[in-house]
């Protein structure tokens, strides 16, 4: 062998073995590798909900999730139910499915600033979603919904995000969102189900069809509240059965014209709308405390 020859080979043996790569090359590395693709899962089907008193639990769970407000009378205080936002009792994918949101927890929420158990996250949607308040957390009714969720989530592996999880992202839309054109959507995709005056659709005094803003809707502090939660939700699941239909800027346009409505205070309400903006609302992805076609969002809420 030459000696340049030797020469080459031992400055590539030192190349390679070189391990002074810095933490910002590694990050960056990372980031242009592409994401791994989240696992797959299928909850099993409701048919094999066992016999016996953990069968009867689960039972009871799935029973409160799809009929909240009979269920659950003392923590609800509107017409929705944990089903309008989770479809198919909870089964559904991209539709915040319950199998994929149990095994995340406990987690950190900058909502509270502290980390969650899975039962606090299920407090804090009667709170807001449910515009209630929050069942205890040895209440039969957490218990219950806490028993449905691990039923379906068995063999998922846990602090693993699965495919189907939450809903899935709509990318920033071209045009800022409008309020008429959103009007526009609702009127033409919308309405049908949910009311022309956006009150839903109730027979023997429950709603088929959830109102989406009003007294009997959400409050100012559910997540869905917030444009990009609304959006993704709407893109993925609405109209109902029809869900993907709607364009990226349709799906902003009319989570802007629902979210631009009043409904029940934040629960945080500071005493005044300046204030509770400022310490929960802090964001633009929410319209409370701006002004919406001349009205301030929060001030007259629909309690």
């Given at each position: 062998m030459s000696a340049r020859l030797s020469l080459l080979l031992l400055a590539t043996l030192a190349?390679?073995?070189?391990?002074?790569?810095?933490?910002?090359?590694?990050?960056?590395?990372?980031?242009?590798?592409?994401?791994a693709k989240a696992p797959a899962f299928t909850p099993p089907p409701e048919s094999a909900i066992p016999e016996g008193p953990y069968g009867d639990m689960v039972r009871l769970g799935r029973e409160i999730f799809v009929h909240t407000r009979k269920a659950a009378p003392a923590y609800v205080g509107n017409g929705l139910a944990c089903v309008n936002c989770h479809l198919d009792a909870g089964r559904l994918a991209d539709s915040a499915p319950l199998w994929a949101a149990y095994g995340m927890y406990p987690q950190y929420r900058k909502k509270n600033h502290h980390v969650?158990?899975?039962?606090?996250?299920?407090?804090?949607c009667f709170m807001y979603s449910m515009?209630?308040?929050?069942p205890p957390l040895e209440d039969k009714v957490i218990l219950a919904l806490e028993t449905y969720s691990s039923w379906m989530a068995q063999g998922a592996p846990l602090g693993v995000k699965l495919a189907g999880a939450g809903y899935p992202k709509v990318?920033?839309?071209?045009?800022?969102?409008?309020?008429?054109?959103?009007?526009?959507?609702?009127?033409r995709d919308c309405a049908l189900c949910h009311g022309a005056d956006g009150q839903g659709q109730m027979v023997a005094g429950d709603y088929v069809f959830p109102p989406l803003w009003g007294p009997d809707s959400f409050n100012w502090g559910a997540g869905?509240?917030?444009?990009?939660?609304?959006?993704?939700?709407?893109?993925?699941?609405?109209?109902?059965s029809r869900g993907g239909s709607l364009?990226?800027?349709?799906?902003?346009?009319?989570?802007?014209?629902?979210?631009?409505?009043?409904?029940?205070?934040?629960?945080?309400?500071?005493?005044?709308?300046?204030?509770?903006?400022?310490?929960?609302?802090?964001?633009?992805m929410s319209l409370y405390g701006l002004r919406v076609n001349g009205h301030l969002l929060g001030s007259q809420p629909a309690d």
């Open positions: 190349l390679g073995a070189c391990t002074d790569r810095t933490p910002l090359d590694a990050h960056a590395a990372e980031a242009s590798a592409p994401a969650n158990s899975y039962g606090e996250r299920l407090q804090g515009n209630g308040k929050a990318p920033s839309p071209a045009k800022k969102p409008d309020y008429a054109r959103g009007q526009a959507v609702f009127e869905m509240h917030e444009l990009d939660k609304a959006s993704a939700f709407i893109k993925a699941n609405m109209p109902l364009s990226d800027q349709d799906a902003w346009d009319v989570a802007m014209f629902m979210d631009a409505h009043e409904r029940p205070q934040d629960p945080r309400y500071k005493g005044n709308v300046v204030a509770t903006r400022k310490a929960f609302h802090d964001t633009p």
